[in-house]
């Protein structure tokens, strides 16, 4: 068994020299849909082309899908190809703890020195705690989520959390199985928990933004990038490249039309968040599918440089587009202090983008790199283990 696992770890490490870094570019695409989503409109245009495309904005949170099923393909992955090794536990947990934390803690200090500077410091104190322990997204808890008196932005900051509960259960769900055909069935057994879950909200007509960013609500599509991982580890992998194509193609018709039926792409409502979602999974799981072929379009473009750039600061891009938002607004006003709405929209997009990208390289070159060298530290560690996926909100 040993013998066989150091084998499929050397044939996955040749495949990931080769297609794996094209994943960095399906995260630089899941940032740009994000944070085009937060910054866009023109749904109310009277003119057409400008409409139709403020209308297909509104499913801009789709990138936050994105982000899951990127990220389940990657840690599940991980977690399979170490587990059993000496401290693969540890190791799991510190590698992400130092990726992960030294950004979101210190975010969550700035945003309490904001509070203390603007007198309301102790508020912040009795209501931040939530977010310390990755708890935003419980809806018992949402009103210490409302308002913490910063000025600065934290609702995005419940899809870390959804991230940090799956991973938190995860690894010990995943120990539990022995063979990849076992772990398969745990993804596929997660993904319908999910839909039963949002069914279950459905009925009890609580499909709510409270409910929304709950744990249960999103698991199907962190399962899905863990199916995509233990397909990549056996034969089935050629299947789901050849249909990869077609999958695509129905889960987006069947996206489209949740959409239509929903009157919308938010994500609210039933059709969306119990159909739509669940064609929305398979279709970006296609899409990475597509990324990972040696060659084609789609791996071409996900493989360009400035978009695996991107993807490489896209953790803290996703932390700063939104939790600066004031500022942005702030610096937009100095700019143009009489534009009108249509041009304080659009510049606000160009100053967020601008500001929240250079923010963003600054952090990962002078503060969040520091953290990650000391990953190498810690044993198991292997080239791809480095491809780990942030999600945004």
Same mark, same amino acid.
């Given at each position: 068994?040993?013998?066989?696992?150091? *084998?499929?770890?050397?044939?996955?490490?040749?495949?990931?020299?080769?297609?794996?870094?094209? =994943?960095? #570019?399906?995260?630089?695409?899941?940032?740009?849909?994000?944070?085009?989503?937060?910054?866009?409109?023109?749904?109310?245009?009277?003119?057409?082309?400008? @409409?139709?495309?403020?209308?297909?904005?509104?499913?801009?949170?789709?990138?936050?899908?994105?982000?899951?099923?990127?990220?389940?393909?990657?840690?599940?992955?991980?977690?399979?190809?170490?587990?059993?090794?000496? #401290?693969?536990?540890?190791?799991?947990?510190?590698?992400?703890?130092?990726?992960?934390? &030294?950004?979101?803690? #210190?975010? =969550?200090?700035?945003?309490?020195?904001?509070?203390?500077?603007?007198?309301?410091?102790?508020?912040?104190?009795?209501?931040? !705690?939530?977010?310390?322990?990755?708890?935003?997204? /419980?809806?018992?808890?949402? @009103?210490?989520?409302?308002?913490?008196?910063? &000025?600065?932005?934290?609702?995005?900051? !419940?899809?870390?959390?959804?991230?940090?509960?799956?991973?938190?259960?995860?690894?010990?769900?995943?120990?539990?199985?022995?063979?990849?055909?076992?772990?398969?069935?745990?993804?596929?057994?997660?993904?319908?928990?999910?839909?039963?879950?949002?069914?279950?909200?459905?009925?009890?007509?609580?499909?709510? &933004?409270?409910?929304?960013?709950?744990?249960?609500?999103?698991?199907?599509?962190?399962?899905?990038?863990?199916?995509?991982?233990?397909?990549?580890?056996?034969?089935?992998?050629?299947?789901?490249?050849?249909?990869? &194509?077609?999958?695509?193609?129905? *889960?987006?018709?069947?996206?489209?039309?949740?959409?239509?039926?929903?009157?919308?792409?938010?994500?609210?409502?039933?059709?969306?968040?119990?159909?739509?979602?669940?064609?929305?999974?398979?279709?970006?799981?296609?899409?990475?599918?597509?990324?990972?072929?040696?060659?084609?379009?789609?791996?071409?473009?996900?493989?360009?440089?400035?978009?695996?750039?991107?993807?490489?600061?896209?953790?803290?891009?996703?932390?700063?587009?939104?939790?600066?938002?004031?500022?942005?607004?702030?610096?937009? #006003?100095?700019?143009?202090?009489?534009?009108?709405?249509?041009?304080?929209?659009?510049?606000?997009?160009?100053?967020?983008?601008?500001?929240?990208?250079?923010?963003? !390289?600054?952090?990962?070159? /002078?503060?969040?790199?520091? /953290?990650?060298?000391?990953?190498?530290?810690? *044993?198991?560690?292997?080239?791809?283990?480095?491809?780990?996926?942030?999600?945004?909100?």
């Amino acid at each position: 068994m040993a013998s066989h696992r150091k *084998s499929v770890q050397e044939t996955l490490r040749v495949k990931s020299d080769r297609h794996l870094p094209a =994943l960095d #570019g399906i995260r630089g695409l899941a940032i740009l849909i994000v944070v085009a989503y937060h910054t866009g409109g023109g749904a109310q245009s009277g003119n057409v082309l400008i @409409r139709s495309a403020g209308v297909l904005l509104k499913a801009g949170w789709s990138g936050v899908s994105l982000f899951f099923v990127l990220s389940g393909f990657l840690i599940s992955g991980i977690l399979w190809d170490t587990h059993g090794a000496a #401290g693969w536990l540890r190791n799991f947990y510190v590698r992400r703890a130092l990726r992960i934390f &030294p950004l979101y803690y #210190g975010s =969550l200090l700035l945003v309490a020195l904001t509070a203390f500077a603007a007198g309301r410091g102790l508020l912040c104190l009795s209501h931040i !705690w939530v977010f310390a322990i990755y708890l935003q997204n /419980f809806p018992a808890l949402a @009103r210490f989520t409302s308002s913490y008196g910063s &000025p600065l932005v934290l609702g995005h900051f !419940w899809s870390l959390a959804v991230e940090e509960q799956f991973y938190l259960l995860w690894p010990f769900l995943l120990s539990r199985v022995k063979t990849l055909r076992s772990a398969k069935y745990l993804c596929v057994a997660t993904v319908v928990v999910s839909l039963c879950f949002r069914l279950w909200l459905w009925s009890r007509h609580e499909v709510s &933004p409270v409910s929304q960013g709950f744990l249960l609500t999103h698991a199907g599509e962190l399962a899905a990038g863990a199916f995509l991982a233990m397909c990549f580890r056996d034969g089935s992998w050629k299947t789901l490249d050849r249909v990869a &194509p077609v999958l695509a193609g129905i *889960s987006l018709a069947g996206f489209a039309s949740a959409g239509w039926l929903g009157r919308g792409f938010e994500f609210q409502g039933a059709w969306i968040i119990v159909f739509g979602l669940s064609c929305l999974t398979l279709f970006w799981a296609s899409v990475v599918v597509l990324a990972l072929r040696p060659a084609g379009l789609w791996s071409r473009a996900m493989n360009a440089a400035w978009l695996r750039g991107v993807g490489t600061i896209s953790y803290g891009i996703y932390i700063f587009h939104v939790l600066l938002n004031p500022v942005f607004w702030w610096i937009t #006003g100095k700019i143009l202090p009489h534009a009108d709405r249509i041009q304080g929209l659009a510049l606000h997009g160009v100053v967020t983008v601008v500001g929240s990208f250079s923010v963003a !390289w600054l952090s990962f070159r /002078f503060y969040e790199s520091s /953290f990650l060298r000391l990953r190498k530290r810690f *044993s198991g560690m292997r080239r791809e283990e480095t491809l780990t996926a942030e999600p945004v909100g």
